[in-house]
Structures are given as C-alpha cells and as structure tokens.
T-cell receptor, first 115, second 112 residues
Framework: GAVVSQHPSWVICKSGTSVKIECRSLDFQATTMFWYRQFPKQSLMLMATSNEGSKATYEQGVEKDKFLINHASLTLSTLTVTSAHPEDSSFYIC???????????FGPGTRLTVL | GDSVTQMEGPVTLSEEAFLTINCTYTATGYPSLFWYVQYPGEGLQLLLKATKADDKGSNKGFEATYRKETTSFHLEKGSVQVSDSAVYFCALRGQGAQKLVFGQGTRLTINP
C-alpha cells in the first residue's frame, strides 16, 4: 500500500490566492520530509527540507516567504504556495525519509494550475 | 558537488527489445545509487538500488550494477514490455546524507 499520501492530487486556483498541499507519512513517523517541484518533462528540483519541530531549510533560489512549509507533526508536512501566480503552476512532490536507513518514499504528487 | 548524468531521451523501443539507460555519477566517498520510475501523472517509485561497489540491484526484470571504477550505474532489461513505458531517473545519495541528487530523467516509450 501507499507509504505517502498527498492532498489534493490536483488543484486549480486563481492568481493571487494561496494553496495548501498536505503530505502525510502513512507507515512511519518521519523527522524529515522533502518538497520537490517538477516542470513538464524535467527532473525533480529540490525546494526545501522539512524538519519536524523546526524551520524548513530552503534550497538556493527558493523563496521561503512564497513557499511556506510547516512540519507540525511526525506524519504531516504542508506546503503553502502564497499569492500564487501562473509561473507557480507545476507538479509538486513530497517525500518522507525513514530514519532507520535514510530511504526516501515519494508521494503521488499534486498538480497545481494557477489561472 | 555531487551530480548524476543520464543518457538523453526520449528512447523508443519495440516490445521485447533489450534496454540500456546509461547513468554516470560524480561523488565523493561511497554514495548509494538508485533508479526510480515515474509513470504518467504519478510520483516516483523506487525501482532498484545498490549501496556499495559491485552490488547489483534488481527488480521486475531490471538490473543495474554499481561500478565504482567507471562511476556508473547503467539500467538494463533484457526484454521490455509496453507497460515499462515511463520516465526513469537515476539518483545518488551521498554517504551519510539524506538528500537525493537526481539525473535529468529518461523518457522510455515501448511500442507493441
């Protein structure tokens, strides 16, 4: 069965609104989760590392005020795209890390379309 | 820094053909190596992995051998099926690290 869930699986929103994407670890508690962004026909770009109980660590070039990450529990991390614009349209994928062996499990992704 | 280079796609083959997707890496120490597969509209699934030199990962008829002397982890399958059509990503995880470094992905299409 699925190890990681994401919700919603797709969302369409108007420019200027904010969108929240949830990532849940279903099988184990995860201290660390990652958020990726994937453009069509391209590889995954790591956006940030989400650490339970502390601030997220953002990759260079990713706006932390634009992409708010909250890792409030060991099974849930959220990514909020604030004041979304059409250029934020993308496929967002999260992953969870199993602490015992650092293996990563990926969510099914969320497709965001900003009109 | 660490990096992964995959052969450029797209790759189109006929059913039952032999498949090779090349992957080379640059990393210090002893990274772990992975192949992930992404089916249309879905997230990534781990296909196989190898954690030390000369290890062979295998799953669903796919194989890859960790070659430290050539810094390679080429993906092979003897006889592909239409259902193997997907995007394949080679990735590494540095020694002691949690982050994955991905190659650019190779789109594979298998025609009946």
């Amino acid at each position: 069965g699925a190890v990681v869930s994401q919700h919603p699986s797709w969302v369409i929103c108007k420019s200027g609104t904010s969108v929240k994407i949830e990532c849940r670890s279903l099988d184990f508690q995860a201290t660390t989760m990652f958020w990726y962004r994937q453009f069509p026909k391209q590889s995954l770009m790591l956006m940030a590392t989400s650490n339970e109980g502390s601030k997220a660590t953002y990759e260079q070039g990713v706006e932390k005020d634009k992409f708010l990450i909250n890792h409030a529990s060991l099974t849930l991390s959220t990514l909020t795209v604030t004041s979304a614009h059409p250029e934020d349209s993308s496929f967002y994928i999260c992953s969870v890390v199993r602490d015992s062996n650092n293996e990563q499990f990926f969510g099914p992704g969320t497709r965001l379309t900003v009109l | 820094g660490d990096s992964v280079t995959q052969m450029e796609g797209p790759v189109t083959l006929s059913e039952e053909a032999f498949l090779t997707i090349n992957c080379t890496y640059t990393a210090t120490g002893y990274p772990s190596l992975f192949w992930y597969v992404q089916y249309p509209g879905e997230g990534l699934q781990l296909l196989l992995k190898a954690t030390k030199a000369d290890d062979k990962g295998s799953n669903k008829g796919f194989e890859a051998t960790y070659r430290k002397e050539t810094t390679s982890f080429h993906l092979e399958k003897g006889s592909v099926q239409v259902s193997d059509s997907a995007v394949y990503f080679c990735a590494l995880r540095g020694q002691g690290a949690q982050k994955l470094v991905f190659g650019q992905g190779t789109r594979l299409t298998i025609n009946p």
